[in-house]
Every structure is written in structure tokens, then in C-alpha cells.
């Protein structure tokens, strides 16, 4: 599987000074534009996954969302949003964290997650880790039990890995910024 992973990186665009001066933003549109590398991406996460029985997947905004459903599609799951602030119109649990540029919250409906679900939390790219940290904790407030973490790219070095030590979660990251395959 790691060999055929390097199509990925074909499928990625590096926008330079994007959202803000001195980011290279990695656009992964392309990824789930062409539907080899989407199905390449959804089937490495599920043989991961998919011996822990997950019951609902949970994916970040905004571009956790389509690869979240695809996933949850191919295990047999649930798909929740994790959204951006004043989204969500019941009850919710919150969580400020800091980004690569700026700072940002997001917010899961208090009922959408119970004690019984196991939970694959899906995003596209692993920076800083402040995302993945904050939506790991939203799900664990739920009482879910978080069973993993599934990213595309991790951008190594903003130190995302290392951050997520603090969570103690299994993260599946599939390349870097250069498009090595992880193993
Ligand atoms: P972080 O919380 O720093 O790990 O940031 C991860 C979140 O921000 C993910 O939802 C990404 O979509 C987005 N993100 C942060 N930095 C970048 C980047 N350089 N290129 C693309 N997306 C990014």
C-alpha cells in the first residue's frame, strides 16, 4: 500500500503565501478530485481501522468532511461534523486552540456522540496539532472513546506528532510534506 500512496502527492498543489504571508498551504482537492487517489486514501484508513469496530466518524472542518463520509461509508459508521464556531444549532461542547495562522474553536453537539460510540477523527492536514488536540477532546467530552486519528499530510515540522502525544491517540498520517509515504 505505501508504494501506491506516492500518487498521492501528484494530486496535492503547494500554494505559497496562502491564507496569510509565509504559509505554504497545502491544497488536497486534487486528492479527492480523482477518484483513484480518494478510493487509495478511504481504503488505507479503513485497513487500519477497521479491526477496532469503530461506530461513528468524526470529521474536522471544512475538508475533513467529505473524506470523513467516505470513511464512514466504507466501515459501516456514522458520520459527525466537528464545526466551526455558531454552526451547530443545539447545545454544544467548545474548544479554543491556536492555529498555524491565528486562533480558532471548534464546536460538536452535545448528543451527537454517546458512551457507546468509538470514534475515528478525520482531517486533512496534521500542522501544529492544535485542531486534532481540540477535536479529540470534544469527542472524549461526549464520553466517546476515541479510537483514532486519520490524516492525509502531516506537515512534520510544525511538530503535530509530537503534540499529540499528550492525547495518547493512534494517528494514521499517510505522507509528508514532500510526499514520502508514512509507514
Ligand atoms: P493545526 O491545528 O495547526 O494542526 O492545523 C490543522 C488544520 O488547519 C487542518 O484542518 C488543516 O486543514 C489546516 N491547515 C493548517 N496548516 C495548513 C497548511 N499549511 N496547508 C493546508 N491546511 C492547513
Not at 500512496?5 to 498551504?25: K, M, N, Q, R, Y
Not at 444549532?89 to 486562533?103: A, F, I, Q, T
Request: glycine fraction near 8%.
Amino acid at each position: 500500500m505505501s508504494s501506491s500512496l506516492t500518487a498521492l502527492w501528484d494530486e496535492v498543489v503547494v500554494v505559497p503565501d496562502f491564507p496569510t504571508p509565509g504559509i505554504s498551504f497545502k491544497d488536497l482537492s486534487g486528492i479527492l478530485a480523482n477518484h483513484t487517489t480518494l478510493r487509495l486514501t478511504v481504503q488505507a484508513w479503513a485497513d487500519r481501522f477497521r479491526a477496532e469496530h469503530p461506530t461513528m466518524i468524526v470529521g474536522i472542518e471544512a475538508r475533513g468532511f467529505p473524506l470523513a463520509a467516505a470513511l464512514a461509508y466504507e466501515l459501516g459508521c456514522g458520520f459527525v461534523s466537528l464545526r466551526k464556531p455558531g454552526k451547530l444549532p443545539r447545545d454544544v461542547h467548545r474548544r479554543e486552540y491556536e492555529l498555524e495562522y491565528g486562533m480558532s474553536a471548534l464546536e460538536l453537539h452535545q448528543d451527537a456522540l454517546t458512551v457507546a460510540d468509538s470514534v475515528v477523527v478525520v482531517d486533512d492536514v496534521l500542522a501544529t496539532g492544535g485542531t486534532a488536540v481540540a477535536g479529540i477532546e470534544l469527542v472524549r467530552a461526549t464520553g466517546a472513546r476515541v479510537i483514532g486519528l486519520a490524516v492525509v499530510m502531516d506537515l512534520p515540522f510544525l511538530g503535530g506528532c509530537a503534540r499529540l502525544e499528550e492525547v495518547d491517540v493512534p494517528v494514521q498520517i499517510l505522507i509528508d510534506d514532500q510526499g514520502v509515504p508514512y509507514p
